[in-house]
């Protein structure tokens, strides 16, 4: 996946904002970060639980690192030559709904395809 379809990505989520904040791109909703983008290096740090960056980067610690844990979250570094577009929104969309407001992430669930997937899934 390349940067620019990351990017384009994100609009499928609802009241997300980016900035560049230097050397990367800060990925929030409603003021909370949930990513960053590193064009140069074409990783994205996303926020995850500490049990899920634990299994990601145990799993295919080529596609995955850690990068650092914060309170109850553990944040992970993913390596986007070597993820596929649909596993990477997956991901993306799970750290967007760790920090969006409750009803945003209800309202997504109910209408977007992958939410309504997580639903009956």
């Known amino acids: 996946m ?3 379809e990351f990017l384009q990505s994100l609009d499928e989520l609802p009241g997300v904002r980016t900035n ?3 050397e990367w791109i800060g990925i929030k909703v409603h003021g909370k970060g949930f990513g960053y983008l590193w ?3 074409e990783t994205v740090g996303l ?3 500490i049990e899920e960056q634990i299994a990601l980067v145990t799993e295919r610690p ?3 690192e850690v990068q650092f844990t914060a309170g109850r979250f553990g944040w992970v570094v993913v390596h986007l030559d070597k993820i596929d577009a649909e596993e990477l929104f997956e991901l993306t969309a799970e750290a967007w709904c760790l920090t969006a407001p409750k009803q945003l992430v209800a309202d997504f669930e109910a ?3 992958l939410g ?3 639903q009956s899934g």
Do not use: I
Request: aromatic share 4%; proline share 5%.
């Open 39 to 41: 064009e140069q290096t």
């Open 20 to 22: 560049h904040g230097g």
């Open 111 to 113: 209408t977007h395809p």
């Open 47 to 49: 926020k995850a639980t």
């Open 62 to 64: 080529e596609v995955f």
């Open 2 to 4: 390349s940067v620019d």
């Open 116 to 118: 309504q997937k997580v």
